[in-house]
Nanobody
Framework: QLVESGGGSVQAGGSLRLSCTAS????????MGWFRQAPGKEREGVAA???????AYAASVKDRFTISQDSAASTLYLQMNSLKPEDTAMYYC??????????????????WGQGTQVTVSS
């Protein structure tokens, strides 16, 4: 089970920190990702991290968002700074078993959370 938290409403330029707590998985062997979906748009990968802490970011969020994980707490984070109105979306946490050092921002994950809403006003 994946449970996201930390979403909310913020003005442009503000920050939010999303959390995703995992249960029922061996967190340290998983690859994890954050995805988002705005109304009328396809789900897109935002950031991903694997068991070796290799990370990947979408070009639209690079240098503004940071993905990290706390294996001891089985928690994934997404620190979002300098938020823009176009970041407004439902944000989802995803997980799957790691395959070597492979990492992807495509939605090739078997486990998904319910999502947390992020709204950025101008």
């Amino acid at each position: 089970q994946l449970v996201e938290s930390g979403g909310g409403s913020v003005q442009a330029g503000g920050s939010l920190r999303l959390s995703c707590t995992a249960s029922g998985y061996t967190f340290s062997t998983m690859r994890m990702g954050w995805f988002r979906q705005a109304p009328g748009k396809e789900r897109e990968g935002v950031a991903a991290i694997n068991r070796f802490s290799r990370t990947a970011y979408a070009a639209s969020v690079k240098d503004r968002f940071t993905i990290s994980q706390d294996s001891a707490a089985s928690t994934l984070y997404l620190q979002m700074n300098s938020l823009k109105p176009e970041d407004t979306a439902m944000y989802y946490c995803a997980a799957d078993e790691s395959v070597g050092n492979w990492l992807t921002l495509s939605p090739q994950y078997n486990y998904w959370g319910q999502g947390t809403q992020v709204t950025v006003s101008s």
